[in-house]
């Protein structure tokens, strides 16, 4: 595992935009794959979007592609999401993801998983106001 440290999140009316950052720090490490996941009150973890390292491919969630971009630099273990047109249902906790053994190759959409990430963050919290 990896310490990983978001920030940015915030209070921002709809139609606005926000962008939140996760850097890793610790022993030397290497991440397979980085992402964002979100969680509202009363409902579960859900995946948002990552960036696979190898190839550089992205994935997002059906309903934030067109409005939400994820960036980052795999040597220095940053990530980043640039949310725009922002809606009242985005609001939730956003947590940084990061899977250092490989589990989000196994194929399907195991990317799009909980359980093949092993570092989270902390969490920080996206309020959009209607």
């Known amino acids: 595992q990896v310490q990983l440290v978001e920030s940015g999140g915030g209070l921002v009316q709809a139609g606005g935009s926000l962008s939140l950052s996760c850097a890793g720090s610790?022993?030397?490490?290497?991440?397979?794959?980085m992402g964002w996941f979100r969680q509202a009150p009363g409902k579960q973890r859900e995946f948002v979007a990552v960036?696979?390292?190898?190839?550089?491919?992205?994935y997002y969630t059906d309903s934030v592609k067109g409005r939400f971009t994820i960036s980052g630099n795999n040597a220095e273990n940053t990530v980043f999401l640039q949310m725009n047109s922002l809606k009242p249902e985005d609001t939730a906790a956003y947590y940084c993801a990061a899977d250092t053994r490989g589990r989000t190759y196994a194929g399907g959409i195991a990317y799009s998983t909980v359980p093949s990430y092993d570092s989270w963050g902390q969490g920080t919290q996206v309020t959009v106001s209607s």
């Open positions: 960036i696979r390292w190898s190839g550089g491919n992205t």
């Open positions: 610790g022993r030397t490490f290497s991440t397979y794959t």
